[in-house]
């Protein structure tokens, strides 16, 4: 099952090699990863596995280990290509050259050998060590092997003649590692004497790293060369700077020695192994830790590697097993969602500006409307049969639609006057598209014919308007069409020719109408076809569930995309970095135009995707259209900063509170703890009193000095934030009274509480005692304070609204009615001219606080929001959901900034600091994590 399981997962994550091999993955183009899935795939070896290493290229997994010989395997598949088995022992550790020509294997048996990758043939035996050999590694100048060995030595060999070149004694221990810098001009042994030295190329000591109390099991360099990462005995890794040779972060949390380190491609990650048997992932910037992997394997882990592309981190184990963890890729939420003013079918154009819409409505009429409010502008009619697409000149203009009553219609796009009706085909008309520079237009159909047009100039007599001249050599239904950038070629796709058989794609000398190129690869309907705007390279999308990409010059295949759906739409980003392309199947894949890896998914889609439509690079937006005609706008630029996890619940972190000073971050679960953080830092949390039942719900003192958390079993508490001591502790609730919503009065003398017991209660901190009550109809969900302490808003269950209430007279003051389900969190705006409600309908509402009247409504996710926050100055919006995600607003236009999933669970509090540069979000995963988002406001 095991090997089962590591073939399947190979075939999903890596590219589908069409005609040649893929190009080589460049792990610095895009934002990396910063999630990796919770449990690996693995692959069974027959004893343990002790080394692993990808080759530069990533097409190969190496591994070795106690069953002393070296496996290779193929990335792309899982697939075992070769087992070189001439070692007499363990195999400690392998390397491969920088050219991926050659591999090197050190071995317990006190040898090394060189492996030539092509012909699976060993070219080298090394021996002269006098104990097992621990390292290996190759200088950039594939002719230089270096070995570390547990006899104290490092040696140099010369892979031109065969021989040993020069051994060096400048450690007091064995030579656990070594490591290359990557412009090659120096390298890092560590050892068991506790040090680290640095060398260069001329074999000379140019500096020590001390800080470590045990053994140097593992060194890596950071990909720009100024840093480098170890592991060590004393359970810590360490990274450093090069030039100052200090440590900049020691990261702490394995439980036992750590045995690999690994940066990942662009040098955002660290990853580490321990024979603690878990993988933890560090945000090297900070040095605060992103994630632990625990669930993984059974033994210790020896060893760990990210491929080249940054998708996947291998690693050995003791189990016996190679674990592949594969990278979760970034989920792209909706910017906006424009409105709709009416029912249609999908088919839509974009304006070149895209600032309109023309929409396929009802009733074989267009709609063109504006783009961001989703007003009509006009309805264009002519039409008498299903409407198939309709295209934009370049300069918005004109607007073509396509029929199946065998008509095209010409448009003026400004006025929505009908310019010219085009009836030269024989059958209903497919396709449409216009030339880049607007003089020429064309259209495809069930004639299996392309008509091309003039566009005619204003006031032009359009009574006999007729194609100029048509390309014929289809044998099936022209279904696409689209010019290259340039204009000089035409490339059309057809429906199947028949019943099990291909469709037919072609590509022609736009000006004279020559076929230039055919291909029949397609096996069933094309439906989409899409220019790259720089590069001579074209993608069609097909109802046979495939996205292939075509190189014009040399007229051949360059890769295939397998999809689980037929691909209903493609397109390229104005910057030509990416590859878009949607399915039938309500997904929205974004490749990179590299190595054609997946490098994001775009959700919120809820039928088939039908169009997609890139604005202008310097707007790094795009338009996406659904069958159901729902338009919704993505913004293409994605956060490259990470989350960072704190580690210190075992449940829900139910709250988080930021202190004014943002010195202090105060967390509480279900697990009852309470905790006090240094933000920066996220470590170490100072802790108060455990608690006997989960905290629900918590709120700080205007100077943050208190704390005040309510929960299950009725424990009500009052603490100091600065001494971590319980101040007050009020005892009069029973046990099975859950206090869901807790408010402290500006002058930090009262709390305010409610909870299931359909009571709002008022407490005086320095007595302890109960100084008012009154009943609400139903059980609180949530309660705020108005900012001068004299209004309660309690969410209470009656009819899901948000009833005020005067403290003094009891009374209800006005009610916010408007949520469909109950209400999560209530809070006002800095100024207290605003009040924010969130509630399990998914949305949040602002209310004036004066009228109590809806100011906006905002469709904020798409599982229940569970709590939400404004920064300081009132401008942002932050909220959680159940969804897993958070989201930022502007909470004056109600667009959102960015989004951001950082839990694998629901995300249940938050916080922001006072700058409003760092957000923190509590999980059911019972992780806080911090992030920072680094999109402006819009």
Same mark, same amino acid.
């Given at each position: 099952?095991?090997?089962?399981?590591?073939?399947?997962?190979?075939?999903?994550?890596?590219?589908?090699?069409?005609?040649?091999?893929?190009?080589?993955?460049?792990?610095?183009?895009?934002?990396?990863?910063?999630?990796?899935?919770?449990?690996?795939?693995?692959?069974?070896?027959?004893?343990?596995?002790?080394?692993?290493?990808?080759?530069?290229?990533?097409?190969?997994?190496?591994?070795?280990?106690?069953?002393?010989?070296?496996?290779?395997?193929?990335?792309?598949?899982?697939?075992?290509?070769?087992?070189?088995?001439?070692?007499?022992?363990?195999?400690?550790?392998?390397?491969?050259?920088?050219?991926?020509?050659?591999?090197?294997?050190?071995?317990?048996?006190?040898?090394?050998?060189?492996?030539?990758?092509?012909?699976?043939?060993? @070219?080298?035996?090394?021996?002269?060590?006098?104990?097992?050999?621990?390292?290996?590694?190759?200088?950039?100048?594939?002719?230089?092997?270096?070995?570390?060995?547990?006899?104290?030595?490092?040696?140099?060999?010369?892979?031109?003649?065969?021989?040993?070149? #020069?051994?060096?004694?400048?450690?007091?221990?064995?030579?656990?590692?070594?490591?290359?810098?990557?412009?090659?001009?120096?390298?890092?042994?560590?050892?068991?004497?506790?040090?680290?030295?640095?060398?260069?190329?001329?074999?000379?000591?140019?500096?020590?790293?001390?800080?470590?109390?045990?053994?140097?099991?593992?060194?890596?360099?950071?990909?720009?060369?100024?840093?480098?990462?170890?592991?060590?005995?004393?359970?810590?890794?360490?990274?450093?700077?090069?030039?100052?040779?200090?440590?900049?972060?020691?990261?702490?949390?394995?439980?036992?020695?750590?045995?690999?380190?690994?940066?990942?491609?662009?040098?955002?990650?660290?990853?580490?192994?321990?024979?603690?048997?878990?993988?933890?992932?560090?945000? /090297?910037?900070?040095?605060?830790?992103?994630?632990?992997?625990?669930?993984?394997?059974?033994?210790?882990?020896?060893?760990?590697?990210?491929?080249?592309?940054?998708?996947?981190?291998?690693?050995?184990?003791? %189990?016996?097993?190679?674990?592949?963890?594969?990278?979760?890729?970034?989920?792209?939420?909706?910017?906006?969602?424009?409105?709709?003013?009416?029912?249609?079918?999908?088919?839509?154009?974009?304006?070149?500006?895209?600032?309109?819409?023309?929409?396929?409505?009802?009733?074989?009429?267009?709609?063109?409307?504006?783009?961001?409010?989703?007003?009509?502008?006009?309805?264009?009619?002519?039409?008498?049969?299903?409407?198939?697409?309709?295209?934009?000149?370049?300069?918005?203009?004109?607007?073509?639609?396509?029929?199946?009553?065998?008509?095209?219609?010409?448009?003026?796009?400004?006025?929505?006057?009908?310019?010219?009706?085009?009836?030269?085909?024989?059958?209903?008309?497919?396709?449409?598209?216009?030339?880049?520079?607007?003089?020429?237009?064309?259209?495809?159909? @069930?004639?299996?014919?392309?008509?091309?047009?003039?566009?005619?100039?204003?006031?032009? %007599?359009?009574?006999?308007?007729?194609?100029?001249?048509?390309?014929?050599?289809?044998?099936?239904?022209?279904?696409?069409?689209?010019?290259?950038?340039?204009?000089?070629?035409?490339?059309?796709?057809?429906?199947?020719?028949?019943?099990?058989?291909?469709?037919?794609?072609?590509?022609?000398?736009?000006?004279?109408?020559?076929?230039?190129?055919?291909?029949?690869?397609?096996?069933?309907?094309?439906?989409?076809?899409?220019?790259?705007?720089?590069?001579?390279?074209?993608?069609?999308?097909?109802?046979?569930?495939?996205?292939?990409?075509?190189?014009?010059?040399?007229?051949?295949?360059?890769?295939?995309?397998?999809?689980?759906?037929?691909?209903?739409?493609?397109?390229?980003?104005?910057?030509?970095?990416?590859?878009?392309?949607?399915?039938?199947?309500?997904?929205?894949?974004?490749?990179?135009?590299?190595?054609?890896?997946?490098?994001?998914?775009?959700?919120?889609?809820?039928?088939?995707?039908?169009?997609?439509?890139?604005?202008?690079?310097?707007?790094?937006?795009?338009?996406?259209?659904?069958?159901?005609?729902?338009?919704?706008?993505? #913004?293409?630029?994605?956060?490259? #900063?990470?989350?960072?996890?704190?580690?210190?619940?075992?449940?829900?972190?139910?709250?988080?509170?930021?202190?004014?000073?943002?010195?202090?971050?105060?967390?509480?679960?279900?697990?009852?703890?309470?905790?006090?953080?240094?933000?920066?830092?996220?470590?170490?949390?100072?802790?108060?009193?455990?608690?006997?039942?989960? /905290?629900?719900?918590?709120?700080?003192?205007?100077?943050?000095?208190?704390?005040?958390?309510?929960?299950?079993?009725?424990?009500?508490?009052?603490? #100091?934030?600065?001494?971590?001591?319980?101040?007050?502790?009020?005892? %009069?609730?029973?046990?099975?009274?859950?206090?869901?919503?807790?408010?402290?009065?500006?002058?930090?003398?009262?709390?305010?509480?409610?909870?299931?017991?359909?009571?709002?209660?008022?407490?005086?901190?320095?007595?302890?005692?109960?100084?008012?009550?009154?009943?609400?109809?139903?059980?609180?969900?949530?309660?705020?304070?108005?900012?001068?302490?004299?209004?309660?808003?309690?969410?209470?269950?009656?009819?899901?609204?948000?009833?005020?209430?005067?403290?003094?007279?009891?009374?209800?003051?006005?009610?916010?009615?408007?949520?469909?389900?109950?209400?999560?969190?209530?809070?006002?705006?800095?100024?207290?001219?605003?009040?924010?409600?969130?509630?399990?309908?998914?949305?949040?509402?602002?209310?004036?606080?004066?009228?109590?009247?809806?100011?906006?409504?905002?469709?904020?996710?798409?599982?229940?929001?569970?709590?939400?926050?404004?920064?300081?100055?009132?401008?942002?919006?932050?909220s959680v959901g159940l969804d897993h995600v958070n989201r930022l607003w502007n909470a004056e236009t109600g667009l959102v900034i960015a989004a951001y999933e950082g839990h694998a669970k629901a995300v249940?509090?938050?916080?922001?600091?006072?700058?409003?540069? @760092?957000?923190?979000?509590?999980?059911?995963?019972?992780?806080?994590?911090?992030?920072?988002?680094?999109?402006?406001?819009?």
């Open positions: 099952m095991a090997r089962i399981a590591i073939l399947v997962l190979f075939a999903a994550v890596v590219l589908v090699p069409a005609a040649d091999p893929p190009a080589k993955p460049k792990g610095d183009a895009f934002p990396e990863s910063s999630q990796y899935e919770d449990k690996p795939s693995t692959l069974t070896h027959d004893e343990e596995v002790l080394a692993v290493q990808f080759s530069p290229d990533g097409g190969i997994v190496a591994t070795g280990g106690a069953n002393k010989a070296v496996v290779l395997w193929e990335a792309g598949t899982g697939k075992k290509l070769a087992t070189l088995a001439e070692h007499d022992d363990a195999i400690a550790a392998i390397a491969f050259s920088k050219d991926g020509k050659k591999l090197a294997s050190a071995s317990y048996d006190k040898s090394v050998r060189v492996w030539d990758i092509a012909t699976r043939k060993r @070219t080298h035996i090394f021996r002269g060590h006098e104990n097992a050999v621990l390292s290996v590694a190759f200088l950039h100048d594939n002719v230089t092997l270096l070995s570390g060995s547990a006899d104290k030595t490092l040696k140099a060999w010369d892979l031109a003649t065969g021989k040993e070149t #020069n051994n060096y004694e400048e450690h007091k221990g064995a030579i656990w590692c070594i490591a290359v810098s990557p412009d090659g001009k120096a390298f890092a042994t560590g050892s068991s004497d506790r040090r680290i030295n640095l060398w260069n190329t001329k074999f000379e000591v140019t500096g020590s790293l001390k800080g470590h109390t045990g053994f140097v099991r593992a060194v890596a360099f950071s990909p720009d060369g100024t840093m480098l990462a170890s592991g060590s005995e004393d359970n810590a890794a360490r990274v450093w700077d090069l030039a100052s040779k200090e440590t900049i972060h020691t990261l702490t949390g394995h439980a036992d020695i750590v045995t690999g380190v690994a940066f990942s491609p662009r040098g955002q990650l660290l990853a580490t192994v321990s024979a603690d048997k878990s993988l933890r992932l560090w945000e /090297v910037k900070t040095g605060g830790q992103l994630s632990a992997l625990e669930e993984g394997h059974a033994e210790a882990i020896y060893g760990v590697a990210f491929a080249p592309n940054g998708r996947q981190i291998v690693t050995a184990s003791l %189990d016996h097993t190679l674990g592949t963890w594969n990278a979760a890729l970034p989920r792209v939420f909706p910017a906006t969602q424009v409105p709709s003013k009416t029912g249609g079918t999908g088919v839509t154009a974009l304006s070149p500006d895209g600032k309109r819409l023309a929409m396929v409505a009802e009733k074989f009429a267009i709609h063109v409307q504006d783009a961001k409010t989703g007003e009509i502008i006009s309805t264009l009619k002519a039409h008498k049969g299903t409407i198939l697409q309709l295209a934009f000149s370049p300069d918005g203009t004109k607007l073509i639609s396509v029929a199946r009553d065998r008509l095209g219609v010409l448009w003026d796009a400004t006025t929505g006057k009908q310019l010219a009706l085009l009836d030269g085909h024989r059958g209903a008309v497919r396709a449409a598209a216009f030339s880049p520079d607007g003089k020429t237009f064309v259209t495809g159909g @069930t004639d299996k014919r392309i008509l091309v047009y003039d566009n005619p100039a204003p006031g032009a %007599d359009l009574k006999e308007f007729r194609e100029r001249t048509a390309f014929d050599g289809h044998t099936a239904t022209v279904t696409a069409l689209a010019f290259s950038p340039d204009g000089r070629f035409l490339v059309s796709g057809t429906d199947i020719v028949k019943k099990n058989a291909p469709a037919e794609l072609k590509l022609w000398d736009a000006a004279t109408g020559t076929p230039l190129a055919g291909w029949t690869d397609h096996t069933g309907e094309i439906l989409a076809l899409a220019f790259h705007p720089t590069k001579p390279i074209f993608a069609s999308a097909g109802a046979d569930s495939a996205l292939r990409v075509w190189d014009i010059a040399a007229k051949k295949l360059l890769h295939t995309q397998r999809t689980q759906a037929a691909v209903a739409s493609a397109a390229f980003t104005a910057d030509g970095a990416e590859l878009l392309f949607g399915t039938v199947g309500k997904s929205l894949i974004a490749l990179d135009t590299t190595a054609w890896a997946e490098q994001a998914r775009f959700v919120g889609h809820t039928t088939a995707i039908t169009g997609i439509f890139p604005l202008k690079e310097a707007d790094k937006v795009i338009f996406t259209v659904t069958a159901d005609a729902t338009v919704r706008t993505f #913004n293409l630029t994605r956060s490259a #900063n990470l989350g960072t996890r704190f580690t210190g619940h075992e449940s829900w972190v139910s709250c988080l509170q930021m202190t004014p000073d943002g010195k202090r971050l105060v967390s509480a679960g279900w697990d009852g703890l309470v905790r006090v953080w240094d933000p920066a830092k996220g470590k170490e949390p100072e802790a108060m009193e455990d608690l006997m039942g989960k /905290v629900l719900c918590m709120a700080l003192s205007k100077d943050g000095k208190r704390a005040v958390t309510g929960g299950g079993n009725g424990e009500l508490v009052v603490w #100091n934030v600065e001494t971590q001591e319980q101040v007050a502790k009020f005892e %009069d609730y029973d046990e099975e009274d859950d206090i869901n919503g807790v408010a402290l009065t500006p002058d930090g003398k009262f709390v305010v509480a409610g909870g299931n017991d359909s009571t709002v209660r008022v407490w005086e901190i320095a007595t302890g005692k109960e100084v008012k009550r009154f009943k609400v109809k139903d059980a609180v969900t949530a309660l705020a304070l108005t900012p001068d302490g004299k209004r309660a808003i309690v969410a209470a269950g009656e009819e899901n609204a948000c009833v005020v209430y005067d403290l003094d007279t009891k009374k209800e003051v006005m009610r916010l009615k408007g949520h469909t389900a109950a209400v999560s969190v209530i809070l006002f705006s800095p100024d207290g001219a605003k009040i924010l409600t969130g509630s399990m309908d998914r949305t949040l509402r602002l209310w004036d606080a004066k009228t109590g009247m809806e100011v906006r409504k905002i469709d904020a996710h798409t599982g229940g929001v569970k709590n939400a926050c404004f920064n300081a100055d009132g401008k942002v919006i932050v249940v509090s938050v916080a922001i600091s006072p700058d409003g540069k @760092t957000v923190y979000s509590g999980g059911a995963d019972a992780y806080i994590v911090r992030w920072q988002p680094d999109a402006g406001k819009k």
